[in-house]
């Protein structure tokens, strides 16, 4: 169940200011988060529609200081063995090895601060946080209100006491600025939400974060001050290694891999290779791309975009995904379209968030060396 901000007008024009506020990009580009925010759970056959999956990033907690109920947060051995059985669905933590897990908890990449305030009755608890250099991920639980939902569903609802309104994030102090990120309900785990922020933040490794989170019909904000200090040890390839395919050619620029996450940079260049299925009435969608290691393993990328038009001849790709379980000696890139409709440009085979059927293309896979 994907909900992001409730960007629309009236009461929630100062929320969809605040959104685009902390949004350093063009505002056509906002059309990601605005979608989304509309209530879409799945992959939506609008233009500039989009998946939004989650995964990790981490932190280190401890005191919170200000007015109500506080509860305080430590790492410690305890804390560890206890984020190593925090069920796997609906975590922040999901798709994380074990042994991964237990690298992101040794860096300060991944705590479960269980930080607790409290206003009129309502309790917001920060349970599981990651930040690991270039992704910051948290879940926030409700408690003392019983309501099928912890994001309001429907415009207007800011007269019902317990929603959770998309919060503001500082960094020692000043607000985080960022140009891609979610606010979500966690379907497995009641009364809770996750968010998550991948793009455009500019983050030192130790800082003090701060979460001001609002609460509908409660007039106090509920705030949160989390010390962050991580060993970034981000392995971060710049290979600049392309690969071309009759008029088709793209060039990796960049791979970061951290123990929960891994990013991929590149631009490509000219007209997508299309097959003779792909041909007529149908035609190659944008390029996409896989990620395997050396063991043919795959990692899930966080966030596929379709977008429903005619594809262009460039593009800068800039996708997160998950982290690998363990670093691989190489890995592969591996291409692929999906099949649409010239006539609407809708995917053929797309259902229940799923782009569509994979067409890879094995003559522009590429193979990038990690480990001498």
């Not at 594809?311 to 690998?324: I, R």
């Amino acid at each position: 169940m994907v909900h992001l901000p409730n960007q629309t007008e009236s009461k929630e024009m100062d929320t969809i200011e605040q959104w685009i506020r902390n949004s350093e990009m063009p505002r056509a580009s906002m059309s990601h988060q605005i979608m989304d925010k509309i209530g879409d759970r799945t992959m939506r056959k609008k233009p500039k529609s989009s998946v939004v999956r989650k995964t990790a990033v981490a932190v280190s907690a401890a005191a919170v200081l200000g007015v109500g109920v506080i509860g305080m947060g430590f790492v410690s051995p305890a804390m560890a063995a206890t984020l190593k059985q925090i069920p796997v669905i609906g975590s922040v933590f999901s798709g994380i090895s074990e042994e991964r897990l237990q690298t992101a908890i040794d860096q300060g990449i991944a705590t479960s601060p269980n930080l607790s305030v409290t206003h009129d009755g309502v309790t917001l608890k920060v349970t599981e946080l990651l930040y690991d250099g270039t992704r910051l991920t948290f879940a926030i639980e409700r408690e003392g209100v019983e309501m099928a939902s912890v994001l309001a569903p429907y415009q207007g609802d800011d007269g019902v006491k317990g929603y959770i309104k998309m919060p503001t994030l500082l960094a020692d102090g000043k607000e985080i600025k960022y140009t891609e990120g979610s606010f979500a309900e966690v379907p497995s785990k009641g009364n809770t939400v996750q968010l998550d922020f991948s793009k455009g933040m500019s983050l030192p490794d130790q800082f003090e974060l701060t979460i001001q989170a609002e609460v509908t019909q409660i007039q106090e904000p509920f705030e949160f001050k989390i010390p962050v200090k991580i060993e970034n040890h981000t392995l971060v390839l710049k290979p600049n290694a392309t690969e071309t395919d009759g008029k088709f050619s793209y060039t990796v620029k960049q791979l970061e891999i951290t123990p929960v996450s891994t990013r991929l940079i590149l631009d490509s260049t000219g007209v997508v290779p299309e097959t003779p299925e792909q041909s007529g009435e149908y035609s190659a969608s944008m390029m996409y791309y896989d990620i395997v290691d050396d063991q043919g393993n795959r990692i899930d990328q966080n966030r596929v975009d379709f977008f429903q038009s005619k594809p262009k001849t460039e593009y800068h790709v800039d996708q997160l995904y998950s982290g690998f379980k363990a670093t691989p000696k190489s890995i592969t890139i591996k291409p692929y379209t999906v099949t649409v409709k010239t006539s609407d440009w809708s995917v053929i085979g797309a259902s229940n968030g799923v782009l569509g059927d994979k067409t890879y293309l094995k003559d522009l896979e590429l193979t990038i060396p990690v480990q001498p």
